[in-house]
């Protein structure tokens, strides 16, 4: 067990604090923030995106061959602490590099790699993931649309659901049903989509939060060439298996804490400068019991999944551990965003854009949003059957 | 960076767990038979005390993080407190110890002659090693310490008490001139649970161990007794899992295993996830402690709190799995409950630690903001 980096590491360290201090705004986390517009604030997120990409730090942990870094575990969590270090932004291809990026590189042709790849990476194509339909959630094996295979091109028809970023997407990688006749597990494929092809269409959908992040997406006899499949045809399932290993894994978490310290620490920020009569909020014991909970919850994030990583690197594979990962991340989390409505008191309803609003608002829509955790990317019901079933061995 | 253990790590986990395991009556259903002393020779035989002391002075020269796994096997086989105190002691005799000190005391910790209990609370002080009243003077120690674990069977006592205006830890030997001992009536008779009364009791010759007030030494036990308390409950809540999984395996009710329902299958489920989430802390912690790193008290009571309330939950799901069965004294499922409320408010309970990582947070984040505006 060792936490200490080495020279080379800290080396690393410095280049990317350098790298940071210039490529941000001047001003970044203190009189300059995102934009409040939603499709405005997925512009600014698309443009950072591309400045890493511009700076050699977009998709460190891929290989070099397909333009990554080839980044170690440590540069890895030193990326992560210095980009929560200084709050970055967040992406807006987070779906194409977790999940689109790792799953080509796993099961992809070489064709595929070598055209996908390199275009995921500069975040010239941002992707959604069509697996849910409104009929097939949890259940995913069940999906309907159908993908009939005409000569060279698969014909496809039906509707997704819940398709996140679709509105900015130029790809999505789909599940659809290329054998109606077989076992549900048996008769899917793992199809690559181009959003531009004729018969496609997206209609969003408001979110708790009011804001339109995901959709419905339609095809109506869309046309994708038999080489945009990944895997065999029929062999889907297992395709999107590994998909949801990288969505629910130590990857994302690690991306997710950053983004939960940093709140975090604005929040004990907000509280420290805020007064509750003669004292100060941060005074409060109670307050600093909820305070120091989440303080060890966010931290037991980051050693789950560096701890996650280094079972990886000594030759596990990745299994049910990913769901250890998820379901904790996604509880610890929504409990911190309930510690905050708590903390904050009276004032807790208080919501952008108005001037009593703590923290600028940003709790209120972090709660709202933090409810989606426990719902997505498998519910927590879902991968406590996983756990007990897979982890445990308890019997169905 | 590699957050795993090696084989030679592991090993020794499995070792200890499997000597325990030769003991059968340590986890049985009855407290009182649980205090066999061939035990305490069983582990120093084995070399278990040895394994902190530096080579130089007959031992393995290795770190806590070395040893977690090991630590982990003792709390998930009730072993007495005795042995984890005196690898307490250990640790800070050998940084912080005077040259002395260590030359007259590590070569017989590590062949096992010398057991160390640590006397900490004292009645009406709370958990904060800056209220303790027991003070060192030019006659002896006074003061009265209470849940001293297995204070009746040690050799040394590790005092925690008011030296030259500041707070130090001072060795006296069990048997000194001014040391009463008295058993509490308490939740686990296993633990060894003992008020100590000091009037005026004769210290050992040099002994202070390290700088007092100033220095590191009390922070140091501290947070050593924090992470070595938090492994063990890992141990215990470990364990524990694997009670409640295998019992929901094999108990069929509505015929099927009870496992199969989903109230049963999830709370087990959550309690993996609290197992390994409470195992990345401690472990985290072990690591901090072994390189002293500048993370070592604020993750020092990350483990202690969160463990401890792991272990609790932990305790409290598997007796309600087990039903009427859960209940029973036969059962033994008792033992763990009993020693994990001890093991909770040894070293400061969660309350306790939670405020001492906002204070910890605190302060970084304001030398953060310094040097940010620097
Ligand atoms: C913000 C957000 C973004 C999303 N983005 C995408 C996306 O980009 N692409 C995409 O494909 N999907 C996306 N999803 C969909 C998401 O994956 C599904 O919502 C999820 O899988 C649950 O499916 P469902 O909504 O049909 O709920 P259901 O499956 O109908 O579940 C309803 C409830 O029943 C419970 N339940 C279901 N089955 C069981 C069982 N066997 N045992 C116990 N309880 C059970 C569930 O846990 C849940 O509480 C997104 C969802 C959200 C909220």
């Known amino acids: 067990m060792d936490f200490s980096y080495s020279p080379q590491e800290e080396g690393f360290r410095t280049d990317l604090r350098a790298w940071l201090a210039d490529a941000l705004p001047p001003g970044w986390g203190e009189t300059v923030f995102e934009p409040e517009d939603e499709d405005e604030r997925a512009m600014f997120r698309l443009a950072w995106e591309k400045k890493l990409h511009a700076g050699g730090w977009s998709g460190i942990n891929w290989p070099v061959e397909y333009g990554g870094r080839g980044a170690t575990l440590v540069e890895r969590a030193i990326f992560a602490e210095e980009m929560?270090?200084?709050?970055?932004?967040?992406?807006?291809?987070?779906?194409?590099?977790?999940?689109?990026?790792?799953?080509?590189?796993?099961?992809?042709?070489?064709?595929?790699?070598?055209?996908?790849?390199?275009?995921?990476?500069?975040?010239?194509?941002?992707?959604?993931?069509?697996?849910?339909?409104?009929?097939?959630?949890?259940?995913?094996?069940?999906?309907?649309?159908?993908?009939?295979?005409?000569?060279?091109?698969?014909?496809?028809?039906?509707?997704?659901?819940?398709?996140?970023?679709?509105?900015?997407?130029?790809?999505?990688?789909?599940l659809v049903r290329t054998d109606p006749d077989a076992p549900k597990h048996k008769g899917l494929s793992f199809l690559l989509i181009d959003m531009k092809s004729p018969g496609i269409s997206i209609r969003p959908l408001r979110q708790i939060s009011g804001e339109c992040e995901f959709n419905e997406t339609f095809f109506d006899d869309v046309e994708v060439p038999v080489d945009n499949i990944v895997g065999d045809i029929n062999d889907g399932w297992r395709i999107a298996m590994t998909t949801l290993a990288y969505e629910r894994g130590p990857e994302d978490a690690l991306g997710r804490q950053i983004r939960f310290s940093q709140e975090l620490e604005k929040l004990i920020d907000t509280v420290a400068a805020t007064p509750r009569g003669d004292a100060m909020l941060i005074e409060d014991p109670i307050v600093r019991q909820k305070l120091a909970r989440s303080v060890t919850e966010v931290e037991v994030m980051r050693l789950n999944a560096v701890r996650t990583f280094s079972k990886y690197l000594n030759g596990d594979d990745r299994g049910p551990d990913a769901s250890v990962i998820k379901l904790y991340w996604s509880h610890a989390a929504q409990n911190m965003y309930e510690a905050a409505m708590d903390i904050l008191g009276p004032t807790a309803p208080i919501a952008a854009p108005d001037p009593l609003s703590a923290g600028g608002g940003r709790f209120q829509l972090s709660y709202l949003q933090s409810k989606a955790f426990t719902i997505y990317s498998g519910s927590s019901e879902i991968q406590r059957n996983i756990i007990g079933e897979r982890m445990l061995g308890l019997p169905r | 960076m590699n957050f795993g253990f090696n084989?030679?790590?592991?090993?020794?986990?499995?070792?200890?767990?499997?000597?325990?395991?030769?003991?059968?009556?340590?986890?049985?259903?009855?407290?009182?038979?649980?205090?066999?002393?061939?035990?305490?020779?069983?582990?120093?035989?084995?070399?278990?005390?040895?394994?902190?002391?530096?080579?130089?002075h007959g031992g393995v020269g290795l770190t806590l993080v070395d040893v977690a796994l090991a630590i982990e096997a003792l709390g998930a086989g009730l072993a007495p407190p005795i042995a984890a105190s005196t690898m307490i002691a250990t640790d800070i005799i050998v940084r912080e110890g005077t040259a002395a000190q260590q030359a007259s005391l590590l070569p017989r910790i590590a062949t096992g002659e010398l057991r160390i209990a640590l006397a900490m609370l004292e009645n009406g002080q709370g958990y904060d090693p800056d209220a303790v009243q027991t003070v060192m003077g030019g006659n002896g120690v006074t003061g009265s310490k209470i849940l001293v674990p297995d204070a009746d069977i040690a050799d040394l006592l590790l005092v925690l008490s008011r030296v030259d205006g500041g707070v130090g830890l001072v060795l006296v030997a069990r048997d000194a001139r001014g040391v009463s001992i008295r058993h509490h009536a308490d939740i686990d008779p296993s633990s060894g649970l003992c008020e100590v009364t000091l009037d005026g009791a004769a210290l050992m010759d040099d002994a202070l161990v390290g700088h007092a007030g100033s220095g590191d030494v009390v922070p140091r036990l501290m947070d050593a007794a924090a992470i070595v308390y938090a492994g063990m409950a890992m141990g215990m809540a470990a364990r524990m899992l694997d009670a409640a999984v295998d019992y929901a395996k094999t108990r069929v009710q509505f015929g099927q295993p009870i496992g199969a329902f989903q109230s049963i299958k999830h709370r087990c489920a959550d309690m993996a996830v609290a197992v390994e989430a409470g195992r990345s802390a401690a472990y985290y912690a072990f690591w901090t402690a072994a390189e002293n790193d500048p993370d070592r008290s604020r993750s020092a009571?990350?483990?202690?709190?969160?463990?401890?309330?792991?272990?609790?939950?932990?305790?409290?799901?598997?007796?309600?799995?087990?039903?009427?069965?859960?209940?029973?004294?036969?059962?033994?499922?008792?033992?763990?409950?009993?020693?994990?409320?001890?093991?909770?408010?040894?070293?400061?309970?969660?309350?306790?630690?939670?405020?001492?990582?906002?204070?910890?947070?605190?302060?970084?984040?304001?030398?953060?903001?310094?040097a940010q505006a620097a």
């Open chain 2, 7 to 56: 084989e030679e790590q592991k090993s020794l986990g499995d070792t200890v767990a499997a000597l325990l395991a030769d003991f059968p009556a340590l986890t049985g259903p009855d407290p009182a038979q649980a205090r066999d002393p061939a035990v305490w020779q069983a582990l120093a035989d084995l070399g278990l005390f040895a394994l902190l002391v530096p080579e130089a």
């Open chain 2, 301 to 370: 009571s990350m483990a202690k709190a969160y463990c401890g309330e792991v272990a609790r939950d932990v305790c409290n799901e598997t007796v309600q799995i087990h039903g009427g069965m859960g209940f029973t004294w036969e059962l033994g499922l008792h033992r763990f409950l009993r020693r994990a409320k001890v093991l909770e408010h040894g070293f400061g309970n969660h309350v306790w630690h939670y405020e001492r990582i906002m204070a910890e947070t605190l302060a970084a984040q304001a030398a953060g903001d310094k």
């Open chain 1, 84 to 174: 929560a270090r200084v709050g970055a932004p967040e992406g807006l291809n987070i779906i194409g590099h977790n999940l689109a990026g790792s799953t080509i590189l796993r099961h992809g042709t070489e064709a595929q790699k070598q055209y996908f790849l390199p275009r995921i990476l500069s975040s010239e194509d941002v992707w959604c993931q069509g697996f849910s339909e409104p009929n097939a959630g949890s259940d995913l094996a069940s999906v309907r649309t159908r993908a009939e295979r005409r000569g060279d091109t698969f014909i496809v028809n039906g509707q997704k659901i819940w398709t996140s970023f679709a509105q900015y997407s130029q790809w999505c990688f789909a």
